[in-house]
């Protein structure tokens, strides 16, 4: 990294317990057990709020894992393969697939997720992981490999400009979802939202005005954004391109007292 010149700089605000806008100027590389050839950033943990934990990493040409990741017995997982050339067989409950970009797998609780570089290129992936919440009647959730290449776009809340993917099935016996959400350079949400459920976001393609609680945040690809329980949030695409992102949320379950 060359000395910098002028004013040191960053757009990251972080307001703790509320929401996130991580941007990569201000990233560190942290060194972690259970991957090797790998750099890993951590992007959100409980320590700024959030019920969950996301890592987006680089794999490298012999990049693999040495332990389980998530492979606590509380632990629910996902991993995704966002961009690069390289491909990883990825192992979860003892059936392996290789995926390149596009390529993701969730782990039940307990399961883990493994992986292996196997061309030699390298890939960037997010990695995600939260603690699952039983169904109160006892249905479970199954461990699921897919690609988003082969998922079509459904129109988000009947908007012919903001398009959706669903990664995860639709099923209560799941309790939180990955989704990917583009919006045209003219899209924006319906309504602004305030839900209890919270999300983490990787933008990865475009740029955009962000409600994120009271203040409206100029938001562009490679920033990640965290939104705790009953934040303010809605979205105006303002680039020349889409504004895409994919993004976690838990749902189906009732809310503890």
């Known amino acids: 990294m060359p000395y910098p010149v002028g004013l040191l700089k960053n757009r990251s605000v972080v307001k703790h317990g509320e929401w996130a806008v991580i941007a990569p ?6 060194c972690m057990p259970g991957f090797s050839d790998c750099k890993m950033t951590i992007l959100a943990t409980p320590k700024m709020g ?7 990493g680089t794999v490298g040409a012999e ?4 332990l389980k990741y998530g492979g606590k017995e509380h632990e629910e997982s996902f991993v995704y393969i966002l961009d690069g050339e390289g491909e990883l067989k990825i192992t979860v409950g003892g059936e392996s697939k290789v995926y390149g970009q596009g390529g993701y797998a969730y782990a039940t609780a307990g399961t883990g997720i493994e992986f292996e570089n196997v061309n030699g290129k390298e890939c960037r992936i997010l990695l995600y ?8 009647d006892g249905r479970a959730p199954f461990n699921v490999f ?3 290449n082969d998922i079509e776009w459904v129109d988000y809340d009947g908007m012919s400009n903001v398009h959706l993917k669903d990664l995860l ?26 839900h209890v459920q919270e999300h983490g976001a990787y933008l990865y393609e475009g740029e955009g005005l962000y409600m994120m609680g009271e203040d409206w945040i100029h938001v562009k690809a490679e920033d990640f954004m965290w939104f705790g329980p009953f934040t303010k949030q809605a979205v105006y695409a303002t680039g020349r391109g889409p504004l895409t992102y994919i993004y976690s949320k838990d749902c189906n379950r009732d809310v503890e007292i």
């Open 146 to 148: 897919g690609n988003t």
């Open 25 to 30: 100027e201000g990233r560190v590389i942290n």
């Open 50 to 56: 959030a019920s969950f934990i996301q890592f987006i």
């Open 63 to 66: 990049g693999k894992t040495t």
């Open 169 to 194: 099935p639709v099923n209560e016996a799941f309790d939180m979802n990955m989704h990917i959400l583009s919006f045209d350079p003219d899209g924006c949400h319906p309504f602004v939202e305030t």
């Open 129 to 136: 992981k939260q603690r699952y919440v039983p169904h109160p």
